[in-house]
């Protein structure tokens, strides 16, 4: 059974579009996050959730917006798409809200998101 | 489908020594990628070290360095002259030359005590 899933795996689209990328995990776990990788392979967090709250909001624009319906599930919705959102989104879970960055966390297969 | 495995969820150094982490993975191809990564509380992750597996020479920078053993599938970090600031988790990940798909172990807590 896969723990943490993405949908879908590849995406790609034109300039200007709006698109989501899809998050569920089956572990039970309270916290949710999406991180955004470069081709440099730098990661970087841009939200977490704890039990469909948000708690970690980095500085990322506003036309990323992530949407929680549930606790199993972190939708990542991404208006008028730009050509430097390409990258690889990961989607991450883990028991409980991350205290001093002590908690294990299990990642999704990522979203390779190219923006033409 | 890869697999990568932190078998140490949580461990302590003292300040000034040395600590290594595990990772092992499991995969059929020949060649691919291995990262480091530190997510310190501020939850930013950081990549601290790289590592080509058809390249022999173990991957260093500064105080981190790994040892790769390819036919164990075994990519440990090891941390020297450990600092306060170097509290944090550390993820090791797996990323395929095939389809660039990557992979993450669950991580490992670190704790750095002074």
């Known amino acids: 059974d896969t723990a943490v899933s993405q949908t879908p795996k590849y995406l790609v689209t034109q300039m200007g579009n709006d698109k989501s990328i899809k998050c569920e995990q089956n572990?039970?776990?309270?916290?949710m996050y999406w991180y955004k990788q470069d081709s440099k392979k730098f990661l970087k967090i841009m939200f977490s959730y704890n039990n469909k709250e948000l708690i970690i909001n980095e500085t990322v624009p506003n036309r990323f917006s992530p949407k929680s319906p549930d606790k199993a599930h972190l939708n990542l919705h991404i208006n008028s798409l730009e050509l430097g959102d390409s990258a690889v989104y990961f989607c991450?879970?883990?028991?409980?809200?991350?205290?001093?960055?002590?908690?294990?966390?299990?990642f999704g297969p990522g979203t390779r998101l190219t923006v033409l | 489908a890869q697999t990568v495995t932190q078998s140490q969820p949580e461990m302590s150094v003292q300040e000034a020594e040395t600590v290594t982490l595990s990772c092992t993975y499991d995969t059929s191809e020949n060649n691919y990628y291995l990262f480091w990564y530190k997510q310190p509380p501020s939850r930013q992750m950081i990549l601290v070290i790289r590592?080509?597996?058809?390249?022999?020479q173990n991957a260093t920078e500064n105080r981190f360095s790994v040892n790769f053993q390819k036919a164990a599938k075994s990519f440990s970090l090891k941390i020297s002259d450990s600092q306060l600031g170097d509290t944090a988790m550390y993820f090791c990940a797996f990323e395929s030359k095939v389809d660039n798909d990557m992979r993450f172990g669950a991580g490992t807590r670190l704790t750095v005590k002074p």
């Open positions: 590592q080509e597996a058809y390249k022999q």
């Open positions: 572990l039970g776990h309270d916290t």
């Open positions: 991450a879970s883990s028991p409980r809200a991350v205290a001093g960055g002590r908690n294990e966390q299990f």
